[in-house]
């Protein structure tokens, strides 16, 4: 199981079809026009695009019943965390549907030399022109705008696989799955110090965040409207903490689809908020050959 953007996996054996591989194909997954997307040119056949096959995990249950033992203060495996080792060996797919993928690759000329596959072997990349894509898909790509923020994704609506295919593969991306577009609002705002608060509300600004008043366990009630790093500190309850560059303390933010680590805008925050961490960056760990791209 994946963590994926909502889709609607419609199944239609009554358009099975056979395509020139001689093989028959269904459809494996289509959705409506998403909501806000609008439908723009065809992507030209000679664009590059990079596939990743997702094959089942073939005992994701247990790793889920695992993670949960390890998490809970009362088992006795509380702790134990698992090594990357156990991990693959967890959600490693079944051989039988690895082979079922890299046969089909290999009917379209992809060997393994042209292939990324994940440790666990449930993940295969490989970068191909848009029309040989589309031809294995029996898809068309078009460049899709999202009509309010303006982002554009290369996506489609539906695409095929062979019948026989479809039990060893999860999906392929990118094809249906679209960027998840949130307003990214929230209810508190923060004040500048030059900025007069709002009325019978103590300001929580920069200054009131490096304060040095105690802190009583309470939540500032300011903390709903008007934010600051001390508010930051009494909601997450970190007020005592004091961070030292030799605890080997780390803490890791994931980023999904589109989502990418942004240097310049943590800068910007630190001379703002905390001028003492200026220069502070963070590293970036690559997930299945993903790179940053801010």
């Not at 959600?91 to 089909?104: E, F, L």
């Not at 003492?276 to 963070?282: E, G, K, Q």
């Amino acid at each position: 199981m994946r963590l994926r953007s909502a889709v609607f996996v419609l199944v239609f054996s009554c358009l099975a079809q056979a395509l020139p591989s001689g093989r028959p194909y269904k459809v494996k997954e289509s959705i409506d026009t998403p909501r806000g997307w609008i439908k723009r040119e065809r992507v030209p056949a000679d664009r590059t695009i990079e596939l990743r096959v997702a094959i089942p995990q073939s005992n994701f249950a247990e790793l889920e019943r695992r993670l949960y033992e390890v998490s809970d203060p009362t088992h006795h495996s509380y702790g134990a965390h698992l090594s990357k080792k156990e991990v693959d060996e967890l959600v490693a797919p079944h051989s039988d549907s690895v082979n079922a993928v890299h046969d089909w690759l290999a009917s379209h000329g992809f060997q393994k030399r042209h292939l990324t596959v994940s440790s666990a072997g449930d993940w295969v990349k490989l970068a191909l022109p848009i029309s040989q894509a589309e031809k294995m898909l029996d898809t068309e790509y078009h460049v899709w705008e999202h009509r309010v923020t303006g982002m554009t994704a290369i996506r489609t609506t539906a695409y095929t696989l062979p019948d026989d295919l479809h039990a060893h593969v999860e999906f392929v991306h990118p094809t249906i799955a679209f960027p998840s577009i949130k307003p990214m609002i929230s209810g508190s705002r923060f004040i500048p110090d030059s900025d007069t608060p709002s009325a019978g509300i103590k300001i929580y600004s920069a200054s009131a965040a490096h304060g040095t008043s105690s802190w009583n366990g309470t939540i500032n009630p300011a903390c709903n409207n008007e934010i600051g790093l001390k508010c930051l500190q009494q909601i997450y309850n970190f007020t005592d903490y004091k961070p030292s560059p030799n605890s080997g303390s780390r803490i890791g933010i994931t980023g999904y689809l589109e989502q990418f680590a942004n240097t310049q805008d943590l800068q910007s925050f630190f001379t703002e908020q905390r001028p003492d961490a200026i220069n502070t960056t963070f590293d970036v760990i690559s997930v299945n050959g993903r790179h940053s791209e801010e």
